[in-house]
C-alpha cells in the first residue's frame, strides 16, 4: 500500500442514524455508552411467551434466557410520509418500515436531500441475517400465504430504500451472519473507490421477533443465560441477542471535502477474510483467519497497526471467540506496541447485546461516536478476566470505565472488527474527522429567514417545537452562528408541503418568532420577509441568492415521525360499518375524492387482489375479480361497494 494514495482512497462517514435498545438515536446512544448502562431486558410478551419457553436446564423446545436486547416501539411507522396505505404498513415487515425512517434520519444527519439524490447512482448496502416476520405469517398456514409476502423477501431490504428514494447505484443485501453489516460497509466503500457510486448508504437491520434461534443456541450450549454479553470475562457463556438498525451515509473523502460536507470520521481501509481450512471445522473460529482481515485491513489504510488507539471489538462474549479474537489483536496491532501505550479494546455488546447481522454497523457508530467525544466509553461485565487470555502479555486495556483518548498531535485511529458463523471476518479503520473551529455564534446583526416544512401539520407544528429548543440557550443550535442554521435549513434539508419561515437577526429572536411571539421585522429584513413569503406559497426561491457566499452545513433538529402502530391482529374500528369507508381507509396512501383514480391513490394491481379477498371475507360472498378490474375511481368504488353491500343476504 502506497501511503500517498491514502486520503485520494479514503471514504468520510458524513451521517448516521441508528434505533438500538435504549436509543432512538446516536445522541442518546451516546448517552448510554458513557453512563455505562446495560440496556438489556426481559422478553416482552409481544415478541413471545418468554415464560412458557423458559428453563434453566437445556430441553427440547427451550430456551435458556429471558433476556435479550430489544428496540421499543418496533410496529410503530410514519406510513402517511412514505404513501403507504394502513394495510400496506401492517404486512410490511418492520425491519423495513425502521430501516426506511433510520435512512432518512441520517441522510438528514448528512445533509443530503433525497429529492435531490433521486435517479442518481446512490449505493445501498444492507446486512440482515433475518426475515422473522415473514416467518411467522408463513407459519400461519398455506391457507394464508398471499401476494403481499413478495415484499417481504429479504432482498428486498436494500431496494425497498432504493426504491423509495429512486436510488439507480447498487442495490444489494449481505448476509455473512454476524460479520453482515460490516462487509456491507467495506463493499459500499470499494463501490466508493471505483466510482461505481458517488454517495452510499450502509445499514444493518435485525428484529428478533421469534425464539427459535435461542431454543437453537440453547441446544448447543452457546445462549448466555443471563442475556448479556459478557467480553472477555470468565464467566463469559455465549450469544445474547439483540435488535439493531443503523445506516452510515458515506460519500469519497474529497468530495466529501469539495462539498462542504460534516466528516464524522474518515474510512481509510478496510478488509474481509475467510477463515478456509484453517480451524477445525467451518463453524470454528480461527486466529489464523482474524489475524489476516487484521493485517490486510491495516495494509489497505496505510496505518502502522502498532498506531491504533483503539478497536471496537466482535467481542460477542463467547467462550472460545473472545480469546483468539484477543490473542489476534495482541499479535497484529501488539507489535512493536510502547508498554506505556496500551490497545484500548471494548464492545457494545455488552451495553446491548449482539446485534447479529447488524452488530458490525452499531460497532461502528459507537466507535465514531467515541473518535468525537475523544473518550472510550467502559466495557461492561468484564469482572474476572478470562483465564485463557495472557492478559499479562498481550498489550491491551478492556476498560472499566470511561477513558479519555490521549492526544497524540494526530488524528486518532480505531479499528472494528465483525466475524460471522459464516468464516467470514471484516475489519474497518477509521480515524478521526477533519476538525472544524465553531465560529462564535453572534448575538445579533442581519435577519435571515428559517425555513421549516413537513408532510403533515402536526408535524410541522413538533418540528417548530424542536427548533424552538434547538435555538435556546441550553439547546444544540446555541453553538453555531445564526446564518448557518438558516443556510443548511435551506439548503440541506428537503422541502415539504407543508410550510413555515420565520424571520429574525438573533437566536432568541428567532425562537421567539417560531413560537408566535416575534416582533414586526425592520425596514432591513424586508428581503427575507419577501423571501419568506414566496416560500410559505410554495415558490421555488434560488435561496443562494438570498443568502449570498455559501454557508457551512451544522446538524439540524430531524424529522419528527409522525406514527401509529401497524401489527398483524390490532383490528381497527370500520368507520361505523362503513365497508368503501374502510377499504379507502386501509389502502388509499394520499388524500382523494370521489374524482380521484384508484391508481393515483395507491390501490394498484396488487392492492386489488388483496382487496379482493377481503371483501369477499367481509361481505360474506364472492367477489367477480373482472367486475372489480374495471373500476377506475373512487366514486366508482364507492357505488360498486354499496351495491355489493345491497346485493349481500
Known amino acids: 500500500m502506497n501511503r500517498s494514495d491514502v486520503d485520494a482512497r479514503s471514504v468520510a462517514v458524513i451521517g448516521m442514524a441508528c434505533r438500538l435498545p435504549g436509543a432512538s438515536g446516536t445522541d442518546e446512544l451516546w448517552e448510554v455508552l458513557r453512563d455505562g448502562v446495560d440496556v438489556t431486558s426481559e422478553t416482552p410478551p409481544e415478541r413471545y411467551d418468554v415464560n412458557a419457553l423458559y428453563s434453566p436446564q437445556p430441553g427440547p423446545g427451550m430456551i435458556a434466557s429471558r433476556r435479550a436486547g430489544y428496540v421499543d416501539g418496533v410496529a410503530e411507522f410514519d406510513a402517511e410520509f412514505f404513501e403507504m396505505s394502513s394495510t400496506e404498513a401492517v404486512e410490511l415487515d418492520p425491519q423495513q418500515r425502521l430501516l426506511l425512517m433510520t435512512a432518512w434520519d441520517a441522510l438528514e444527519d448528512a445533509g443530503q436531500r ?18 422473522d416476520y415473514l416467518e411467522i405469517q408463513f407459519r400461519q398456514g398455506l391457507q394464508s400465504v398471499t401476494p403481499s409476502q413478495f415484499n417481504n423477501f429479504r432482498s428486498l431490504l436494500p431496494a425497498r430504500l432504493s426504491y423509495v428514494f429512486d436510488f439507480r447505484g447498487p442495490s444489494v443485501l449481505v448476509d455473512t451472519a454476524c460479520s453482515s453489516s460490516l462487509v456491507a460497509v467495506h463493499s459500499a466503500v ?47 457463556d455465549g450469544h445474547a441477542p439483540s435488535d439493531a438498525v443503523g445506516v452510515v451515509v458515506l460519500k469519497r473523502l474529497a468530495d466529501a471535502l469539495a462539498d462542504g460536507d460534516r466528516i464524522r470520521a474518515v474510512i481509510q481501509g478496510s478488509a474481509v477474510s475467510n477463515d478456509g481450512r484453517t480451524s477445525g471445522s467451518v463453524l470454528t473460529p480461527s486466529l489464523a483467519g482474524q489475524v489476516e482481515v487484521l493485517r490486510w485491513a491495516y495494509e489497505d489504510a496505510g496505518v502502522n497497526p502498532a498506531d491504533v488507539d483503539y478497536v471496537e471489538a466482535h467481542g460477542a462474549g463467547s467462550p472460545t471467540l473472545d480469546p483468539l479474537e484477543l490473542s489476534a489483536l495482541g499479535e497484529v496491532l501488539g507489535e512493536g506496541r510502547p508498554s506505556d501505550r496500551p490497545l484500548l479494546v471494548g464492545s457494545i455488546k455488552t451495553n446491548i447485546g449482539h446485534a447479529e447481522a447488524a452488530g458490525g454497523i452499531a460497532g461502528l457508530i459507537k466507535a465514531v461516536l467515541c473518535l468525537e467525544h475523544g473518550q472510550i466509553p467502559a466495557s461492561l461485565h468484564l469482572d474476572t478476566p478470562h483465564p485463557q487470555v495472557a492478559w499479562d502479555k498481550l498489550p491491551l486495556v478492556v476498560p472499566g470505565k470511561l477513558h479519555d483518548l490521549p492526544d497524540r498531535d494526530r488524528p486518532a485511529i480505531a479499528g472494528i472488527s465483525g466475524q460471522g458463523s459464516s468464516s467470514l471476518n471484516a475489519h474497518v479503520v477509521i480515524r478521526q474527522g477533519e476538525t472544524r473551529a465553531d465560529a462564535p455564534p453572534a448575538k445579533g446583526g442581519k435577519p435571515y429567514v428559517l425555513l421549516l416544512s413537513a408532510r403533515t401539520p402536526a408535524a410541522l407544528d413538533a418540528l417548530a417545537r424542536s427548533y ?49 411571539a416575534g416582533g414586526t421585522p425592520g425596514r432591513r429584513a424586508s428581503a427575507a420577509v419577501r423571501a419568506a413569503d414566496r416560500y410559505r406559497r410554495g415558490e421555488t426561491v434560488a435561496w443562494n441568492k438570498v443568502f449570498g457566499e455559501h454557508g457551512r452545513f451544522v446538524p439540524l433538529p430531524g424529522y419528527p415521525w409522525q406514527t401509529r402502530r401497524y401489527w398483524p391482529g390490532d383490528e381497527r374500528d370500520d368507520d361505523d360499518g362503513d365497508l368503501a369507508a374502510w377499504v379507502l381507509r386501509e389502502h388509499a396512501r394520499t388524500a382523494f375524492d370521489d374524482g380521484s383514480t384508484l391508481d393515483s391513490i395507491g390501490i394498484d394491481s396488487l392492492a386489488k387482489l388483496r382487496l379482493i379477498v377481503q371483501l369477499s371475507k367481509k361481505s360474506g360472498r364472492e367477489v367477480d375479480p373482472e367486475d372489480f378490474g374495471q373500476l377506475r375511481t373512487v366514486g366508482a368504488l364507492r357505488q360498486w361497494i354499496h351495491a355489493l353491500e345491497v346485493r349481500t343476504p
Open 114 to 131: 433525497p429529492d435531490e439524490l433521486a435517479g442518481s447512482r446512490t449505493g445501498v448496502f444492507v446486512g440482515n441475517a433475518r426475515a
Open 468 to 516: 424552538t429548543a434547538y435555538l435556546g440557550p441550553d439547546g444544540q443550535g446555541s453553538a453555531y452562528s445564526l446564518r448557518d442554521i438558516c443556510y443548511s435549513a435551506a439548503g440541506r434539508r428537503q422541502h415539504h408541503e407543508h410550510r413555515l419561515a420565520v424571520v429574525g437577526s438573533a437566536h432568541e429572536e428567532m425562537a421567539a418568532a417560531l413560537g408566535g
Open 190 to 236: 470499494q463501490s466508493l473507490r471505483a466510482r461505481e457510486s458517488p454517495l452510499a448508504l450502509a445499514a444493518g437491520v435485525n428484529l428478533k421477533l421469534r425464539p427459535d434461534e435461542g431454543v437453537m443456541m440453547t441446544q448447543a450450549g452457546a445462549l448466555a443465560a443471563d442475556g448479556r454479553s459478557k467480553f472477555g470475562d470468565a464467566s463469559a
